[in-house]
Nanobody, 127 residues
Framework: QAQLIESGGGLVQAGGSLKLSCAAS???????????MGWFRQAPGKEREFVAA????????FTADSVKGRFTISRHNAANTAYLHMNHLKPDRSSIYYC?????????????????WGQGAQVTVSS
C-alpha cells in the first residue's frame, strides 16, 4: 500500500515559520526518487491550489507566485522524504497542506499529474 505521510503542521503566529515533511512508504517508494513531487494547499471553502514542486533530482524547483521568496521546497531521495520550508506565514492563509508524488515536472502545477497524495497537514496561522 502506498503512503505519503505529512508532518510538521501546527499553529504558528503570523510572520513565523514552519517546516513540513512528507515521507513516502509502501508502493510510493518505488517511484519517489524518479519522479517529481509537489505541495498543494486547500483553505476552507476553496479549491486545492498548487504551492511548490521539485524535479526528481532536485535541480528544478517551482513555486506559486503567492509564496515565492517565502517558501522553499527540497527533497532527500535517500530518505524518501520531501520538505516544504515556510517563512513569513500570513494570517489569512490557514490551510491543509498536501504532498503529492509520482508526477511529471512538465505539468508540475496540475493536481492530475500526481499519482500519490498524503492525508494532509493542518497549518493554522494566527494574527
Amino acid at each position: 500500500q502506498a503512503q505519503l505521510i505529512e508532518s510538521g503542521g501546527g499553529l504558528v503566529q503570523a510572520g513565523g515559520s514552519l517546516k513540513l515533511s512528507c515521507a513516502a512508504s509502501g508502493s510510493s517508494i518505488r517511484t519517489f526518487s524518479v519522479s517529481a513531487m509537489g505541495w498543494f494547499r486547500q483553505a476552507p471553502g476553496k479549491e486545492r491550489e498548487f504551492v511548490a514542486a521539485i524535479s526528481r533530482s532536485g535541480n528544478s524547483k517551482f513555486t506559486a507566485d503567492s509564496v515565492k521568496g517565502r517558501f522553499t521546497i527540497s527533497r532527500h531521495n535517500a530518505a524518501n522524504t520531501a520538505y516544504l520550508h515556510m517563512n513569513h506565514l500570513k494570517p489569512d492563509r490557514s490551510s491543509i497542506y498536501y504532498c503529492a508524488a509520482d508526477g511529471s515536472i512538465l505539468r508540475y502545477n496540475g493536481r492530475e499529474t500526481y499519482k500519490w497524495w498524503g492525508q494532509g497537514a493542518q497549518v493554522t496561522v494566527s494574527s
